[in-house]
């Protein structure tokens, strides 16, 4: 399992925005992707900032690449998510699990 990860940041009202696209855009069509096996969408308050982590779950490298294409480090950010954030990653980072107590 491969894990992908990616950070943004936001001002608390576009992340809130942002919160309601990745629930209604992006979680519905990364559900039709094979391969993918879930997400975690995680916050955390920076004062007047929000910074956001987008953990996305893939069975393989390969089904990586079924959503990123073939140059998998890069990010795939829609023109309308980059619109909601102040600052995000253009790269991504993937690891493998290796462990896990998450059922």
């Known amino acids: ?8 940041e936001a001002s608390g ?6 919160i309601r696209h990745v ?3 992006v ?14 969408l995680l916050r955390r308050d920076l004062g007047t900032r929000v910074e956001v982590m ?5 069975e393989s490298m390969e089904a990586v690449e079924r959503f990123a294409g073939k140059s998998f480090d890069r990010a795939v950010i829609a023109p309308a998510a980059q619109a909601m ?13 290796v462990q896990s107590t998450v059922s």
């Open 1 to 8: 399992m491969i894990v992908r990860a990616w950070t943004a």
């Open 13 to 18: 009202g576009n992340v809130e925005a942002y």
């Open 23 to 25: 629930h209604d855009v």
């Open 27 to 40: 979680l519905p069509e990364l559900a039709q992707i094979p391969g993918h096996a879930g997400t975690y």
């Open 54 to 58: 987008v953990l996305t779950l893939w």
């Open 85 to 97: 954030l102040d600052k995000f990653d253009s790269t991504v980072r993937h690891y493998e699990i």
